[in-house]
């Protein structure tokens, strides 16, 4: 399992913190409004959401606040251009169902590099730094090797791994 990059938790912890606080204020708010006796929820009683995790994209899974790993569609991180390092959130629903959102993109930038694919494995080299592709990326885009691509990375991308492949070009 990745480790998740400390900043990534503080950012999460935030994230948290400050939906509390809004939840907490939104509450203070309908309680001046209607008082205490009228519940108002956006989720009826009577629907179950399911269960709800919030994680850090790994580059291929997103990493749960719980530990766990979980599979992200390569078809989703793909077409969203999701980074390493990214914050989603999972609803699980009460059919099995899982339902992915970006709710934290984190800083990043694009660079260009040249396609590459060694051992079944599609990277993208930039400089003297090798990102790997998901390869619903490369036949999205209709990448081939050798060929020249621009692609997103973490801002600080000391301990990337992965890119998201922006475009061939």
Do not use: C, H
Not at 8 to 24: D, G, M, P, V, Y
């Amino acid at each position: 399992m990745a480790e998740i990059p400390e900043k990534q938790i503080k950012r999460l912890k935030n994230l948290i913190l400050e939906a509390e606080t809004n939840l907490a204020a939104a509450n203070e708010l309908i309680v001046s409004l209607v008082g205490d006796d009228q519940k108002i929820s956006a989720i009826p009683a009577d629907e179950p959401i399911g269960k709800i995790i919030e994680g850090v994209f790994d580059g291929q899974n997103m990493v749960g606040s719980d530990g766990k790993t979980y599979p992200v569609p390569a078809n989703y991180a793909s077409k969203s251009k999701l980074v390493q390092g990214d914050i989603l959130k999972l609803t699980i629903t009460d059919d099995g169902t899982f339902l992915y959102k970006q709710i934290g993109p984190i800083p990043r930038k694009q660079v260009v590099g040249n396609l590459n694919l060694e051992n079944g494995k599609y990277f993208v080299t930039v400089g003297d730094k090798k990102y790997q592709i998901l390869l619903a990326s490369v036949t999205y885009f209709k990448a081939k090797p050798g060929d020249q691509v621009s692609v997103n990375i973490p801002e600080n991308e000391e301990n990337a791994e992965w890119a998201a492949l922006e475009a061939a070009i």
